[in-house]
Every structure is written in C-alpha cells, then in structure tokens.
C-alpha cells in the first residue's frame, strides 16, 4: 500500500487525467488516409492511417477544437470535451481549390496539382456544369473559365473561332485529346466546336511554350483535354436542353460492360435555324447548325493489369450563316455558291482514333497513338474551299524512376498530310499535297533535390525534311518552402511550323499566285514565367492565391502580304513579338457553401517590324474573371455565376463606304471598349437521379455596337459580294440575352 501511495505522490500533475479519442476520416464512404487531425492551440495531433483511422493520446480533460485538413479538401471543425466515448468521424468534402487533382499535362507523368513542378491548372467536369449548361457547350466556352484564356471570333458571318493563351493568336495554342496532339491547322478552325463537355472528364491548362514534350504548335501553351473514365459513368445518362432562341442541344450516353472491359458510348447533337438580325446589318446575329458527335471509349481489361484504352470520336457539323434568303427554308442547300445571295456554308466531318497502350513489362513502357482525318467542304459566297487533313501519331514513352530523380524519355512520329483545291497544293498546274513526316525524341529528368527543392529539365529534337533538326530545351525549378507555399519558375523555347494557307482564309477569295520569297524558317518563342502560390486559412475557411508572371519573345514571325494584286507573299519578318504580362487569381472557400474566384490578368502583347511598335490585333490589354457558387444543401440547389470583363484590345483597321462605295476618310475605331458578360445558372437535384437546370447567359444584353462586317452598301456589287466586303471585326457578341432550361437523368451503376 505504501508503494502505492509513494507513485501516486510522486506522479507528475500533467499525466492526471489524461485521455485519448479516436475515429475515422473518410471521403466517400471510403477511409481516408494522410489526412491531418489536430487540437487547435496545443500540440496534441496525428495523421490518419491507410484506412483512414487516428488516434491521439495523452489529451488533458477539457474542451477543444478538433481540426482535420487535407490539400485538396474543405477543412472540417468540430467541438469535443475529452473525456469522451464517442468514436469522432468525420466525412471530408472535396475542395473546389482543385490543389490534390491528378494532372498529366506537365510531365506526362501522373502528379497532384501541388506537387507538379510545371505550373497546371485544372477545370473539372463538375466545375464546368455549376457554371455552364453542359448539353450545349463544348471545349471553347469551358475555357472561359481560365483566367487568361479566351475565345477569339475571326469571322462575323461564319463564327470560326480559336482559343488564345496570354493573348497570342489561336494557332498557338495545342490542343490534346488525352496527350495526344490530334488537331491539325485545319481542325482549329471549325473542330474544336465538336469536343463536348459531355466526354470532358477535366481539362488541364499550361501558359507558355511547351515544345519539349508535345512538339510544334505549343508555343503558346497547352490545353489537355482529358476524356472521362468508363468505369465511373452512369450505366444511362440524358441531358437535354432548349433556349429561347429555338436552339436545341442534347447529350445521351451508355456506360456498357463487356466482361471486365467497361465502355462509354456517347452522343452530343446541336440544333440551331434560327435567323436574327438585331443589328440590322443583313446577316444573322448567330451561326446556324446542325451537329452531331458520336464518341466512344473503351477500358480494355488485361491479365497484366496493364492500361489499353481505345477511344473514338465522329463529328459531323452542317455551318451556315447569311443573309435571310440564303437561310430561310434551309435555301443554302440549293444557294451555295450563289453570286446573287450571299451566304457561308461549311460542311465538316471529322473522325478521331486515340488511346494508350501499355507493354506488359516490368519496366514502364507505353504507347499514346492517334490518328486523325478531316474534311472540309465549303462555300464563303461565291467562292469554293475544299480541304482535308490526315494526321498520325505515335508517342513511344519509357518512365524511370531512380533514386531521387524520374527520367521519362519517348520516341516520337508524326505523318501528316494536307490538300486543297487551292494553289496551295498546286506545282506547275499539278496537284500536290503537302504530306510531312516527323520523326523526333525527347528526354526529361525530374530531379527531387531535397524535400523543399525540384529541378525538371529537358529536351526535345524533332526532324522536318524542309528545316533539317530543331531543338526544344526547358528547365522548370520548384520551391517548397513550407506545406502551404509553393514557388516555380520556367524557361522554355517553343517553335512552330506555320500551315500558311489553313490559318488565313483570305487566299480563298481569289486563285492568287503565292510568292514565297526566301525559305521559311519555323516560328520561334523563348519564355520565362515565375508562379507563387500560397493556400490560407481564414478561420474555418480556406482559401488560395496564385500570381504569375510571364515574358515571351517571338522571332521569325511569318505573315502575308496581300499588297500585289493577284499575289500573295510570304516571308520570315526581320522583327519579333512579345507577350508579357501578370495574372492574379484569388480562390475562397467560405466556412458556409459560399465559394468564389476573382481573376485578373494584365497583358502587353505588341509587334515590332521596321523599329515600329504595334499592338497585336484581338489580344486584350487586360481580362477578368469572376465565379462563384452557393449551395443550398436543404434544397438540393447551386447557384452558379460568372462575369467575364474584357478591357481595350486593338482592332483591325477597316472603312465604311459611303453613298458613292468610296471608303470614309476615318476607319471605324482600332480599340474596342471595356465590355463585360455575365451569366447565372441555377440547378437542382430531384429523386432517383433527376436534375434540372436553366439560367440567363449574357444578363444585361450586351452586344458590340458595330456589325462584324463592312462594305455591304456598295451599290456596284451583289450585298456582300462587293470588293470592299470583309468580316473581320468581330471582337464581342452580337447575340444578345438568352434563356435555356435543361433537365437530365443519370441511372446509376449497381
């Protein structure tokens, strides 16, 4: 007894009364491992285990706050009194700061946004319908989503369009189907309509040149668009919407099982006969459309366990736009090539195979291939377009991982195959196509110096028959200096051989003779960018702050001239080109479902030729970009708004006739005003996996004061058909203000 007496004297204060408490940590109902949990205000803490477990011991008798983080999740905060019987589990919800995404895009190699040396950012599916009605959009409106990406229209009568990067020009930009560069010069002007958001998983963005890993055309940067798995859609899935326009879009999708390979079978169609004509210009305010896109993609299962994945995409689109009589009782079918009545009309079908393969090895061996074929049949009043593109692609790729450094390196080769009905596929009177094969090898290490540093390096040789080897080299630098803040900087050099006839649709109004006045050298860019990234927490919400800063110089820029009558000239200009510029992106997640994103981006891009210094045309001296969502949990509601502010861009200069079709003295302004776009969506989920959804897009009804085009007075010429005729200055919507409501139904899996 006296020894018992002796030990409880002699026992430490601090150790009396002292417990433990236990749980879980889970994330759709499954155990969530690596996830912090922590009492606020002292050291008591612990980290949960694979099934999502924890416990923490030696906790005096009091009150706390008990906290639990994990990046890429909400931080979850609960009041306890220890002691306490009660078995803590808490289900964490995911983040909309999208910091513990898996991304590709940077290295080719699977990573987490926040550990990716390369600067990515991520748009998920669901992101993209809280803001926009997925049945009638594709990958060109979610863009809008990015701060610092942009449509670009290049035509007020047929609305062909591209996406701009730090506002370079649409050429600049890759587009990639899974990491596989599949659209060509030609699929950029009409194609990117045809990839719906319904068979986008995510998309990943990179800003700046990005030749190294994915060749010519990454000079402005990247856009990855990565499809949705097979095995985790709905077995049936409808979405059908209609706006107040009388345009019609849908969405229909299976999800099969063949033994233990599981498919996805999609269908995506547009309708839109519908003439406006607010402005009064004579044409339509809108393109007319009927298109339709079948994609498929299959997880074949191995015995290795191994990845094979084959995907396929069909895209037909029947464009037209006009005057009312080309329109009117689809006329255009009979009208096109009409002098008389003028009116655009393009025919388009495109077909897409791409997929992974993986070596049933030891090592990591794959295969991404693709192959693509796309036609183009088309009429711009009076004048005849047709075109086709056939692109291949193989990407051999070896992953190593040794010691502290990951070495990827890959066999390339890419054939493709261009032809017109134009002289630019002619030689002495003779057809010729331009066929191209490029063979090329890159190499890259990511090299884990410490656990605060990362160095990624490497290059790329690619072989053109008319340019001999051209190299691609980058360096990307990451500093961790704690858990929450990330720095990274990049140098690269892009370049890009430049399809002179398919990015200008000029040549198509005349068979001009083509003056190539010196051997074209590829178009290149050298670019520095610093990203600083930083995630807070306010109380129980958390946020993130993301700044960049971007330089890049541009050499041997190819333009044409169009000076000579009856000829078109082309040469490498002795100037450059430069884009600069800081965006700031600030992302809160409030403690109540209140989640927002405010986005600036400040941007100079400018020409210089002769020791004259001029703005490139449609690149914006300054974007904003502001989002936000809330959620009524009792109601099954999210509310979903975005503004895009569009600040002063330059334009192209172009006159009015008057009375007598003789030009004005003074053109029409060469700076657009400051305009901004709002839209509101609202969606609500019903029983047994029913949804609907409608919103207003374009709220307060702005559209450019001046019509996209010129020159239709000419009292010497057809409406349309006149010398003077051009549609270029096209630089916000003439569309104004449009309701749509939706409703979809998803069958779960058993």
């Known amino acids: 007894m006296k020894y018992l007496l002796f030990s409880f004297l002699f026992t430490p204060t601090f150790l009396i009364g002292q417990h433990s408490i236990s749980g879980k940590i889970t994330s759709d109902d499954e155990g969530f491992p690596g996830a912090t949990v922590r009492l606020l205000n002292t050291e008591y803490g612990t980290i949960t285990l694979v099934d999502g477990s924890f416990k923490i011991t030696d906790i005096p008798s009091g009150d706390y706050q008990l906290e639990v983080r994990s990046v890429g999740f909400k931080i979850s905060k609960r009041s306890i009194t220890v002691p306490t019987s009660e078995n803590i589990n808490i289900e964490l919800e995911e983040s909309t700061l999208a910091m513990d995404e898996v991304i ?81 010069n030609l699929a950029s002007v009409y194609g990117l309509n045809g990839i719906p958001s319904m068979i986008i998983d995510r998309f990943e963005v990179i800003k700046g040149p990005s030749s190294t890993l994915y060749g010519s055309e990454a000079v402005a940067g990247v856009i990855n668009i990565i499809t949705k798995d097979p095995s985790s859609q709905p077995r049936f899935s409808a979405d059908a919407m209609g706006t107040s326009h009388g345009e019609s879009f849908g969405n ?14 999609g269908l995506n169609y ?94 990591n061996i794959k295969i991404d291939y693709s192959f693509s074929t796309h036609d183009q049949d088309s009429y711009y009043g009076a004048d005849y377009y047709k075109a086709s593109q056939d692109i291949a692609f193989t990407n051999f790729i070896w992953n190593k991982p040794l010691s502290n450094h990951d070495l990827t390196t890959g066999i390339t080769s890419r054939y493709q195959s261009y032809d017109d009905n134009t002289v630019a596929t002619e030689n002495n009177g003779t057809n010729q196509p331009d066929d191209q094969y490029i063979p090329g090898l890159f190499v890259q290490d990511e090299w884990e110096i410490s656990k605060k540093f990362t160095a990624l390096s490497g ?134 479902p209140l989640a927002f994103n405010i986005g600036l981006n400040l941007q100079e891009v400018t020409e210089t030729e002769n020791d004259e210094t001029k703005d490139i045309e449609f690149a914006p001296q300054w974007t904003g970009i502001l989002t936000a969502n809330y959620t009524i949990k009792s109601a099954k509601m999210t509310l979903g708004y975005t503004a895009r502010l569009t600040g002063p861009m330059a334009l192209p200069v172009v006159f009015d006739l008057d009375e007598n079709s003789n030009p004005m003295l003074s053109s029409r302004p060469t700076s657009s005003p400051t305009f901004g776009i709002h839209n509101l969506q609202v969606s609500k989920n019903l029983n047994k996996g029913w949804s609907i959804y409608g919103g207003l897009q374009n709220i307060f009804d702005y559209k450019q004061p001046w019509s996209p085009v010129v020159g239709t007075n000419d009292p010497n010429a057809n409406f349309g058909f006149s010398d003077s005729f051009d549609t270029a200055y096209a630089y916000a919507p003439i569309h104004g203000r449009e309701f749509y409501l939706g409703i979809s139904w998803n069958l779960a899996r058993n």
């Open 104 to 184: 590709v895009t940077g290295t080719m190699n699977p990573t987490f946004v926040s550990q990716s040396p390369v600067k990515v950012e991520v748009v998920t599916a669901k992101h993209l319908s809280t803001y926009i009605p997925t049945a009638a959009t594709s990958i060109v409106e979610g863009i809008s989503l990015v701060n610092g990406v942009q449509e670009v229209t290049a035509c007020g009568v047929c609305f062909t369009n591209s996406i701009s990067i730090n506002g370079l020009p649409g050429p600049y930009t890759a587009i990639l189907m899974d990491g596989s560069p599949i659209y060509g």
């Open 252 to 265: 229909f999708s299976l999800a099969p099982m063949i033994g233990k390979s599981s498919g996805y079978i």
């Open 270 to 363: 547009a309708y839109i006969n519908d003439f406006d004509d607010e402005n009064e210009d004579g044409f339509g305010d809108n393109i007319n459309l009927d298109r339709i896109s079948l994609f498929t993609k299959w997880n074949i299962n191995r015995a290795s366990g191994k990845r094979f994945t084959i995907s396929g995409k069909y895209y037909y689109e029947d464009r037209r736009n006009g005057v009312e009589d080309f329109l009117k009782d689809r006329n255009y079918r009979t009208l096109r090539g009409s002098d008389e009545i003028y009116g655009e009309s393009i025919y388009t079908n495109r077909f897409e195979l791409f997929g992974t393969y993986e070596l049933a090895l030891s090592e």
């Open 459 to 592: 290059v790329r040789l690619d072989h053109y028959s008319d340019h001999g080897v051209i190299a691609a080299p980058r360096l990307n630098l990451k500093f961790k200096p704690s858990e929450w803040t990330t720095l990274r900087s990049n140098f690269g050099t892009g370049f890009r051989i430049v399809n002179l006839f398919t990015e200008d649709h000029a040549f198509v109004t005349g068979q001009r003779e083509v003056i190539i006045e010196e051997e074209l050298q590829p178009e290149e860019s050298y670019n520095f960018s610093l990203n600083a990234n930083h995630v807070y927490t306010i109380g129980a919400s958390q946020g993130m702050i993301d700044v960049d800063a971007f330089y890049t110089y541009f050499t041997n820029k190819i333009t044409p001239d169009y000076e000579t009558e009856g000829q078109i000239t082309y040469s490498n200009t002795d100037g450059f080109a430069i884009s600069r510029g800081i965006g700031i992106n600030i992302q809160q997640e409030m403690s109540f």
